[in-house]
């Protein structure tokens, strides 16, 4: 007598067979291997969707296009040369996973926007991860794909060009949700180019020695975290943007700004270290933000605050040793540290009960640093006692102030214990 369950059985092998074969369950992915002297695009056209394609240590002169679901993975860094023409790889496909490879010498077109490795519209889901990209004009252009994962990977530009000729090492537009985490770029226009992409994660990158760190606008909702930015003509520009949060960043010995906060709104701004740079912040058209525990050390100027830039929370940030640290021209006072307070390094006041509250408010901008701003050699005789004795007239005769930056609660000590290991982190100028 046949086992109840036999008929049953039978249906469902049946049933799996017809869907394997309809293409709607997956057959088992193969792994296609690629040696010395043999072509990539051809693996990679013998390959189905799902397939890996392993490429073997040598130098491969080639073009590739991707237009399936696959993985190209390197086996001991493989070298992939565009031949100084085009892209060396382009992708038009979901779901690609590029990892281990040294991908070098794309064209040099900027109309053509040539890449190392070009991500096309609808291409969502792909991985570019531990990857070289040298020598190409753009290393990774991304345009309106979603939900790219660009981790681990070395870009450099071609660095004998001028910054106008160079192409940026990641460009985002049009995007959604891509995360950028743990490259480090350098030689390029800017390291990080990102337009209208929203709901991003920039994470543990090291961006350095290009024009921006970041060119940054258009875009909403992202999160900028623990990156550093160095030897850039400025760190981080984020401009015409919302909802951002902005925290652990390092950016220093730029020699412009350390952080550009321009057109921004409803953002946090908290626990950065901004040092050595020519403007710490440069603070413009800025609302409705907050700004919390940041350390500004050692910039000519601390902060540059310009163009109503108003309605912003400012709390328990240090401002030390910046040859002046608020550059504020306004027709009426700003009103920091209402509830917490700032440090300043230069605060003159006392705190006679103790409670690491200075007695007096702290005036960012008095006569004296605007009379420095015109006559820049005045600052040789600050420590003098007749710029001293200024001091102390402007402030008992109303009519010599200059509207400024007041905190009516200036802290006595730094909030980080740490700021005087950014001291003397300068762009090097000619002497």
Known sequence: MPHPLLPFRFAVFIAFVVLLAAGILPAHAATWRVQ?????????????????????????VENLRIDKALTLRGLNRPTISGGLRG???????????????????????????????????GSDRVVVRNCDITYSLFGLWIEKANDVLIEGNLITGKREYASPQRGNGIQLYNTRRAR????????????????????????????????????????????????????????????????????NNRAWANSDHGIMLRTIQDSVIENNVVAG??????????????????????????????????NNVV???????????????????????????????????????GDGIGDVPYEANDLVDRLTWRHPMMKLLLGSPAVQTLRMVAQQFPLLRAQSVVDPNP????????WSQWRGRHFPRAQ
């Open 36 to 60: 010395a002297g043999e072509s990539i695009q051809a693996a990679i056209e013998r390959a189905a969707a799902g397939d890996t394609v392993e490429v073997e240590r040598a130098r491969y």
């Open 87 to 121: 892209d060396t790889i382009r992708i038009t496909a979901s779901d690609v996973t590029i990892e281990g490879l040294i991908v070098s010498d794309s064209g040099d077109s900027l109309r053509e926007q040539n890449a190392g490795i070009y991500i096309f519209p």
């Open 180 to 247: 950028i985490i743990g490259n480090n770029v350098s030689f390029v226009r800017d390291a990080l180019y990102v337009d209208v992409s929203h709901d991003a994660e920039f994470r543990d990158n090291k961006l350095h020695h290009s024009r921006y760190g970041t060119h940054y606008m258009n875009a909403y909702d992202n999160l900028w975290e623990n990156n550093e930015t160095w030897m850039n003509r400025g760190g981080l520009a984020l401009m015409e943007v919302r909802r951002l949060t902005v925290r």
């Open 277 to 310: 740079n020519q403007r710490g912040f440069f603070i413009y058209d800025a609302e409705y933000n907050t700004l919390r525990g940041n350390t500004v050390v050692d910039n000519v100027v601390g902060i540059h605050l310009w163009a109503g830039s108003k």
């Open 315 to 353: 709390e328990r940030n240090d401002f030390i040793f910046n040859r002046e640290q608020v550059r504020y021209v306004g027709a009426r006072d700003m009103v920091w540290g209402e509830q917490e307070g700032n440090h300043w390094g230069n605060y003159l006041g006392w705190d006679r009960d």
């Open 411 to 418: 802290r006595m000590e730094p909030n980080n214990p740490d």
